[in-house]
């Protein structure tokens, strides 16, 4: 195991996300929720020295598996993430994420006048190659910009 992941503890069960870039860490809790994770234990290593990236960060959830659509949603704002899936202190499975064809609720329309800002409903974009296009106003954004939704539950 390389040092730097020796920095953060080991977890038994659950999931690593690594090579996260550093800006990116904070969309990344929010993006997987983990602020409404009451029982499973979360460590975070942010600005951890990284031979590729410089400085990376990682986040590693104990006794948690998240669906491929919820980790896919990561691609947004980071798309070189590794995922580890830890089953007895042993990576069982190890991938990237890809970048989901279509975004619902993930992104904010920049768009003021479009409908998506102006009523209470989910947002939805169409992924092309480093573009996104609303699917209600059709303005494209692109993807190294977007900002992700002010709240990821539409119904609060
Ligand atoms: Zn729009």
């Given at each position: 195991m390389?040092r ?6 080991a977890i038994?069960n659950g999931?690593v ?6 800006n990116?860490?904070f969309?990344v809790?929010?993006l ?9 234990t979360?460590f ?10 410089g400085l990376?960060?990682l986040i590693?959830?104990s006794?948690?598996?998240?669906s491929?659509e919820?980790?896919?949603?990561l691609a947004?704002?980071a798309?070189?993430v ?8 042993e990576v069982i ?5 890809e970048?989901p064809?279509e975004l ?5 329309c920049?768009?003021p006048?479009?409908?998506c800002?102006?009523?209470?409903m989910p947002?939805?974009?169409?992924v092309?190659?480093?573009t ?6 059709e ?5 190294a ?8 539950h539409p119904?609060?």
């Amino acid at each position: 195991m390389k040092r730097e992941q020796l920095m953060v503890a080991a977890i038994e069960n659950g999931t690593v996300i690594d090579h996260i870039p550093s800006n990116r860490l904070f969309e990344v809790i929010r993006l997987l929720h983990i602020e409404e994770l009451d029982h499973d234990t979360v460590f975070i290593g942010f600005n951890l020295k990284s031979e590729a990236m410089g400085l990376k960060s990682l986040i590693k959830i104990s006794n948690r598996y998240f669906s491929e659509e919820e980790l896919n949603h990561l691609a947004v704002v980071a798309p070189n993430v590794t995922l580890c899936i830890i089953k007895d202190y042993e990576v069982i499975e190890k991938r990237c994420v890809e970048l989901p064809t279509e975004l619902r609720n993930i992104i904010h329309c920049n768009n003021p006048k479009c409908i998506c800002n102006n009523e209470p409903m989910p947002t939805r974009f169409v992924v092309s190659g480093h573009t996104v296009k609303c699917f209600y106003c059709e303005k494209e954004q692109q993807l190294a910009n977007v900002k992700l939704v002010h709240s990821l539950h539409p119904e609060n």
